[in-house]
Each structure stands twice: as structure tokens, then as C-alpha cells.
């Protein structure tokens, strides 16, 4: 069952086993190289955010409601284009602030959380990162990534 190996996957690997997996997965699948150039750095995107929230036990849902352990259901949330912009938002104005904003937590000690793959992996699919009023993005980069998301709930089970 996908939910309980992910979620055994998310709370005992690192970022770096994380990918590897994924990557062997996808090639021992016979995908397309399509897919790997599209999943993989999409997969240690979100990661890159969530496993450092995890490590600091300040883990919370796009509503920003305390979360108290990273499980499949919460990463394909987060993984979901739209959330995840959010929680670029989210993350960068709590790393202005040194601390975590927009959240169920108060006076919670908060260290800065490296946004650098995330942004860049918002930025090359062309996603306004510069303004988070402005939600316009080609609906061709969303149903990119449910396909995405397809491929690591298949892979990843």
C-alpha cells in the first residue's frame, strides 16, 4: 500500500536516498527520460522544504494547520502545484522573519529552511515567484505535474 511505504520512506530516508530511489524506480519502469528530467528534480523540490520542516517538528498543512508527522497524504497535498507555491510564500517570508509565519504555531523556534531548489524549480516552469497574488501559470505546466504526481504514487507503492 503506497501510504504506508511512502510515509516509511519520508520519516527514515534523506533527500539524497529519497531521489536515488525514485530515479531507480523510474528507470527499472521504462519511462520515458521525459519523466525522470521531470520528476525527479520536482520530487527533491518539495522535499527539500518538507524533510528540513520535518527535522524541526514544525510540519503543517496548505491551510496552515499543524501536521504532526510527514505521511504520503501530506506530501502529495504539498505536491500539488498550487500548495506549492504556497509554501515557497510560506517559507520565504518566514526565512525574512526568522520566523515561522502563516501557521498554527506560535513562538516556535524556527531555522531558516534553504528555499533555493524549490524557487528555482517554481521559476523554470514558469511560475510568478515574484508575486503571490498573481496565481497565472499555463494549465499545461499544472496537468504536467498531476501527471508527475501520477508516477510517484505508481512508483513509490
Known sequence: MIKDNFTNLLNNSSLEELSTLLEKEIIQSNEADFWREKTIPFFEAVLSVLLPLKEQNLLFNPEGKIVEKLDST?????????CLRILYFIIKQSNEKQQLLR???????????????????????????????????????????IGINSIIKNLLK
Not at 501530506?74 to 498550487?82: G, I, P
Not at 506560535?106 to 533555493?116: A, F, G, H, L
Open 74 to 82: 501530506l506530501f502529495f497535498r504539498w505536491s500539488d502545484l498550487v
Open 103 to 145: 501557521t498554527g504555531y506560535q513562538n516556535k523556534t524556527y531555522q531558516i529552511i534553504n528555499i533555493e531548489k524549490l524557487e528555482n524549480y517554481l521559476y523554470s516552469n514558469r511560475i510568478n515567484i515574484s508575486d503571490e497574488d498573481i496565481l497565472d501559470f499555463p494549465i499545461s505546466i499544472y496537468n504536467l505535474h
